[in-house]
């Protein structure tokens, strides 16, 4: 039965100190404030209470502590683990229960243990324990499961599940339960078998005894079982076997192993889903017994258990007592008093029901009623069968059942493997398991392993996966004769202690050795005295009062180091001081992994063979680790240790040459004579093998050769290669290792012969990877160089390297650069290359500088970290400036706290100063505009009262000359919204800070109030609402879109005063003209809706359109639809809309169905233009604000499809529109309106014709809108303004703009930025009235001339500055501005045929137009020009006007200078609806065109500020960009230069934008492949990281740039190094690394006096590191200096750094002939190279004149094997 291969039983290992282990929960629990701890507090003395050693605080009443209260405490460990960056930290946790508490704790090495969880619940937990559920998660392509993980408290009535993420359940017990089991689907409950059972149930159906629960929110639901055997092979049941216990669980394998008490056997299960034929077969109902009761009853009595237990159900409770630890959330109350089963007929069945399960029940709920249909009849394994009704089972009862459905089981049982039964009656029944673990060995052989105590064996099962993986197999069963055992999983091995008491060591079933611990006294010590309580992963709970003390200490890495550990990978260990850290033992961690490549599972004996060795009593020191591993290794292959001079001497405390050791050891031996035995062994287990395993170790040296902290040990293993090489005659590697270390290997001599074969892949040039590197670096052809996946991955990582960047073999690797350094920054950081060798590593440095200097700006965060990009690194973490709180965060609270508070409340304050500091910083203009835009300070009111005035008059003056001054601060909300656009971010448990509108005044020169609301003059009513709706507009648009908004937050901030209800509406709007109204509940929008306030309506209906712009979101539509008489049926209820609330509808239904083409709506719009007034008033007032908001939204459905409207031909859309412009005879309503308007009204008498005047805004911007940039001739025509005097009377100035604006739009690519085309626009007749002479001159009136003029002039510059908008374009500014300045020329000659109003209108669409055209850059002249007009307040500046200057301003500043206007089609409709020119005459004016959709010119905003942001001091900073344009057909490919922060040009108009240096190091983004990149970096504020380059300083201190370190030396580079001052490295660079360098070396100290050449050399290499801005290469320089010293000192025992030395030479020559212009690539620039290379070649030369013989021979070896070549040139 046995299987032991092999066993080393002459030794013995050792292991660490033992340490007693208490349980940390019992020391907290000791100290919990539970209810019990306090009574017994206030009951006991102190000194008592802490003499009882914490036992009276575990307990979970208030009896006497006895020893039984002590054994209800019990924990569980197990092995957690945190994914951190480094590596995944370990720490194990405990899970600890005792009376009503459990604690959850976590402790690793590093850190001391602390409470994770603490539960209290209200009676004693049976057990605790850890289990994951699966929970269903529904994803958008279907339902997915995900782990919850879980801990679950079980209690007599109930299990509490709480989980990780914070939610809590609790599911009552149908039952009394066991013992519960975490499984890989949930939880496995037992159900205690009590006395009861027999009684209640017949022989033939027995109970179900095990249960599931998949979820704490499903049922518990019956196991079914699937017995192996020939005879009920196919049979499923449901698990009912009373005898069948379970003793083990496991989730991967999913398997269970369960105990028969009868029949003494063990048994394993796999656990699945159950699948759907047995879940039909166990529920299908057999026909026979319909007759009797138990047929009626189909399966419901289980079901109405589970279902109905009340939480009083306390089944382990009698009596009255019973209710005492019930839970504290009663469902059902009913007295304890009923004791009775039976109930009488007359109650009825609810009521039966509920009464059943009183909590005085004296049995289990799950009584004998509750019995499974006949389909459990199934034979037990004992097989009684019967059908038997109940004989307690009542009518009433019967009668309940039918009602319920039965459950459906979840999980099956299938058996896998029993045990053999035990023949005859000589051998005794086997005891159930105590203890069930999995264990594996070092060849991943798997064991399930149960210790059968009553034998004393612990029997291990193997198993091993099936072919198609989906079952498991169970080919052998092993004996081990033991007491206990214990699996050690991090090394692959098992504890067991055998029955003479000594411990042993196994790995799977092969014997190790025994293991020693220091404490104990005799080898047959027995564990219960000695060793505590100890636990392991794997293991169950341990309960001391059912195993007692028989747990082995977890002799883990703490108290057993193995060097095996390797082959997981490294493990943290527990002992800081253990061996196994220090490195001396690395290489042999990569030689057993190498080793098991080719000797397969004889692995396990060189394992076990050289764990004894390593482990023997008193441990290894340092030095003898590798002495021993080598012994080991080559005794098994054969070698005879002791006969070889080498190895018999390696027990020398120090690395001592072989020379020196042969010598000291020699005298003793007899000389030669022993030579003939020098034999290997050929029946020794490894000896087949060693020609692969020599392989192995010599590719295993290269890799250790490319790591300067395993070098050290390349020379150890190099003592044991060239053995072997010897050995097998490979006399080309024993040259290489001769040349290699020369010192070492010239005292070897003797060779063991051995007959082997050579194998195939065996090259006989031996594989040398700096060989290799060298001929990559020539040019020369080079074959692939071998290697071992998961061991050379070095060699691997730099052979590709070389292929990639030195070759340029683009089969090397993807041709895909940044792929390549993704490859390589996954398996390499920079850390990584510090320890590769400095001549291997200078290529790889060199392309990661080439990188560095051009990187992509897509690459992701890792390379960016590889080449030494912190700023690019900082990029990939999206970050915002209001975000990184670590700089703007506290600057601008800084700035907040600084702010005056009478300043605080203008609601400007938010404005990032930093930014607008570095764009604007010559002057105070933020400042200057927040001074015109501020509403919350009363207005100076200067009067001067004349002798003749009286007081009251004066009064009444006064009083008069504010109201003219509050029609403009009325209209600085609209100029606000846009200046603080996105600039804050609110805080959720504060309101929004809302700035007053004040509309008082103060006179001078007593500062007295002035008021409106003194009754001597008369003020309009109602002139506030709309001004106050625009400044909660206002407030609103400053939130960002990035910020935290929820729908509570929306609701908290409604006011509660009615007055401040418009100011909500207009906030309601902001929000969505922000996106964050959709988070607002549907509910609440209902409520705002139902409460009919005309200004929320209009806020909440423009806003929700605006938030789902283009979606045609179907929810929208409805609600719009019900506030548009139009888009409801003919028949429905007419409802009460005030007109405003229709206007904003129409233009919702447009904003939702932007640019869709949206066949109904466009045909409901295109009628509602036109919509004739109805009788009764209706439709009669502000109907041109109406047809406009049909005609806007019209143009935003079919917005620039020009003649492409798909499935509208029939509608004749731009005819009919060009007859709404034009006039002419009404069309009849089509469909569904016919019948509304049938009636006409009786106050407006229009007849059958369109009302032009009416209809006209609407259709001409319909036009516009729907032609918009399709340069439609033909259509443009249509607008053009007439010829002839005639016709030109007949059209209003108005309309004259209108047309020449939607002409100019259509004609897009025509406009041009000069007087000459804005003029083109005026007709022909207009010009030539200057030239006609004679009598019909007088016939002209000159007005109607003039204002034909200002208006179509006004027109073409708006439609210059929608063209323009946003791109700051110098000609088209320039054109603007002078056509301004004439215009207010003109305006200062009274009396001249322009008359004021035209004039202004004309000057303010000029103004709005220069504004849109330098939007955002904060302009100067049209400050400027908006402060002038600002200060005109008297005469006809009416509201309007002020709005259209306040605007203009805020359309200057836009965001505070980071967002400018877009010209997308999208922004020019929403520019239109902004900007629409006729402007109203008060503040409650809205027939022409609703105020509100003023605010939508918000939605033209596009962040295109760049912010440059130093990656070290995260401040922004200026730097040059360098910005490509795109060749048009108006221009060619073209570069200019801007620095940031600036505002971007459109970025599709872009090809490429980058930061030049050299100031900073350069950054590209090309824009030809993708703009998202930059986009988002816009959209986060525009931050872009910038490094500055070593040696410069930033623009704001050093803006000529005269101060860097590299201008002192423009003119000679030597001079450079002799002007540099280490001491001012600092202000240089921030390298931690130089500026200690610096400090320590380059320094003249007492140390550095008689060194001056150094001095000078060291302050050389610092220049080069710091102007080259490559610290990295500082070690490199050194390295090189210190090769060089060691060479001409004579002092090198090895030949790697000249190797070294040669690789940077052959780089260097390889880029010198590609010619000089390769020189700028190359790291190594300076004059320090040819330097060092003409002293390496000075000392070999004196060598070869034998100037130094001693050397000759040792470093002849160096060389190539052609001997022509001079040795100084093979060298270097």
Known sequence: MSEVVYE?????????????FVPFGREHCRNHPNAFNLQLRELQPASELWASDGAAGLVGSLQEVSLQEREREFWQLRKGCKGVKEEDMEFEEELYAAGNVVVWSQGSRAQASSVYKAFTVDSPVQQALWCNFAAPHKKNDGTVSFLELTVCIVQSSCVNVHTMTGKDFISPLPFQVSHVWATKFGLLMERKNTANDAQFSPPGEPLPTVFSMLHPLDEIAPVVCKPAGLFEGSRVQYVSDSAMKIVFTCCQPSIVVSYDTVQGIHSVWTLRKVTHDERSTVLRCPAEPVGTPLGLMASGFLTSHLRNVSRLDSPGGTGPSGALHSHQSRIVTSSPGIHSRVHSPSISNMAALSRAHSP???????????????????????GHHGLLASPNSTINETVLVPEMEPIIPDLCMEQLWSEAVTAGSNREMSSQASKVFLTSDLCENHYLCFLVESHQQLRCVKFIESNDTSQLIFPSVTTISAKDAEPLQSIDAMLVLEACGSLVLYTGITRVSKVFVPGLLSPSFSLTNHLPHRSTPVETVSTPANAGSRHLQRLDE?????????????????????????????PATPYINALRDPVCNRVTLVLVKWYNIYNAPGGPSAHTEWSLFVTCFMTLMGYNTERLTWTRNLHFEMPLSPVIAAKKARPSDGGSDEVPSLKLDSSAPLFPHIPALFYVLHLLYQELQLDELQRARASSLVCLLQQLARDLQLEEYVDLYWRDYPSIISGFTETLIGQMQRPSFMRPEPPCVFSWLSSCLRGEESPPFPYLPGICQRTRLLVVSYALYVIGDENATSTDVSKYLAKLSAGFTLKDLESVPFGVALPIREAIYRCREQPCSDWSEEVCLLIGRQDLTKQAHKMTLAKSKASFGLIICMLLQSVKPDEEEDGMSDIVQEVTGLIWSQDLRIQEVRRLLQSSRPVRVSVVQLPEVSDHEYIEEKENKLLQLCQRTMALPVGRGLFTLFSYHPVPTEPLPVPKLNLTGRALPRNTVVDLNSGNIDVPPNMTSWPSFHNGVAAGLKIAPASQVDSAWIAYNKPKSPELANEYAGFLMALGLNGHLTKLATLNIHDYLTKGHEMTSIGLLLGVSSAKLGTMDMSITRLLGIHIPALLPPTSTELDVPHNVQVAAVIGIGLVYQGTGHRHNAEVLLSEIGRPPGPEMEYCTDRESYSLAAGLALGMVCLGHGSNLIGMTDLNVPEQLYQYMVGGHRRAQAGANRERHKSPSYQIKEGDTINVDVTCPGATLALAMIYLKTNNRSIADWLKPPDTLFLLDFIKPEFLLLRTLARCIIMWDEILPNTIWVKSNIPQVRT?????????????????????????????CLALGLRFAGSANSDAFDCLYSLARTHMTIMSFAGTAHTFYNLQTCLSMILLAMSMVMSGTGNLKVLQLCRFFHKRTGGEMNYGFHMAHHMALGLLFLGGGRYTLSTSNSAIAALLCALYPHFPAHSTDNRYHLQALRHLAVLAAEPRLLVPVDVDSLKPCYALLEVTYKETKWYDETTVELMAPTLLPELQLLKRVKVKGPRYWELSVDLSKETQHLKSILSRDGVLYVKLRAGQLPYKDDPQGWKSLLATTVNHRNSGVKAFKPEAISTFTSEPALVSFAELFCKTSEGMKHREDTLVLFSAMLYECVTQECPEMLPTYIAIEQAVSALRRGDLLQTFPLWQLRLVVELWDSRMQRGPAN??????????????????????????????????????????????????????
Not at 8 to 20: P, R
Not at 361 to 372: K, N, Q, T
Not at 1719 to 1747: C, H, I, Q, Y
Not at 1760 to 1766: A, F, W
């Open 1328 to 1356: 030539n009235t200057h030239t006609q002479t004679g009598p019909s001159r007088h016939d002209i009136n000159m007005e109607t001339m003039a204002q034909a003029q200002d208006y179509i002039t006004a027109g073409a």
């Open 360 to 382: 005085g029940m004296a049995a289990p709920s799950f009584s004998g009623v509750a019995r499974f249909n006949t389909s459990l009849h199934s034979p037990s394994p004992r």
């Open 8 to 20: 080393e039983t002459a030794t013995m290992i050792a292991a660490g100190e033992l340490q007693s």
């Open 1719 to 1772: 020189r700028r690539d190359t790291l190594l620039t300076s004059e320090f190279l040819p330097v060092m290379k003409n002293a390496v070649d000075a000392t070999l030369d004196s060598w070869l004149k034998g100037e130094e013989r001693l050397h000759v021979q040792t470093f002849s070896l160096i060389g190539q094997r052609n001997p022509s070549k001079p040795i100084r040139e093979e060298t270097l």
């Open 558 to 586: 703490d108290a057993m180091p193995s060097p095996v550990t390797g082959l997981k990978g490294p493990t943290i260990k527990h002992h800081d001081a253990s061996f196994l850290e220090d490195y001396t033992f690395q």
